[in-house]
């Protein structure tokens, strides 16, 4: 078999030099970019830190580089950082999942613990001061067994 042009060495068992580039991008059929990432931190006290690093770097895959998507990324950062303080403090795990994702006008940050969280006689969750001002809107739901923390933060 002789290497054509557009076929690279190693298909036809040569080698390629590393690193090997392919000149088109391949698109492969019912395949779609999704815009989710799913991401565990430690149950610990270092736990808002390590959410907020991680997330600065998804969020700068997801979103484009501009001015307005770095006030995004800050009120999320902000969020979660929030969301994973309270969240360790209810976890029985040595770990806590964090996700993120976003639609068309939100970017939505949510964190998984195994209890409920404090209420206050009005309904409101003891400590969400910072998801409260940021966040276009936030809850709390049960998802097979397990509580989830969320806020969703608009995107300007």
Do not use: N
């Amino acid at each position: 078999m002789s290497v054509t042009p557009d076929m690279p060495a190693a298909w036809d068992g040569g080698s390629l030099p590393l690193p090997y580039v392919p000149q088109k991008a391949m698109t492969l059929e019912g395949l779609g970019i999704t815009h989710r990432s799913r991401f565990a931190v430690s149950a610990t006290a270092e736990a808002p830190m390590q959410a907020r690093t991680v997330a600065s770097t998804v969020l700068s895959l997801m979103l484009p580089a501009t001015e307005a998507s770095a006030v995004v990324t800050r009120q999320v950062q902000a969020c979660i950082t929030e969301l994973s303080g309270i969240a360790y403090t209810r976890a029985m795990d040595s770990h806590l999942l964090c996700e993120l994702w976003r639609d068309s006008g939100h970017v939505f940050t949510a964190v998984q613990h195994h209890e409920p969280l404090p209420l206050l006689p009005d309904d409101t969750v003891i400590g969400l001061h910072t998801v409260r001002s940021l966040a276009d809107d936030y809850g709390s739901h049960l998802v097979d067994g397990i509580f989830q923390m969320w806020a969703a933060v608009r995107i300007a």
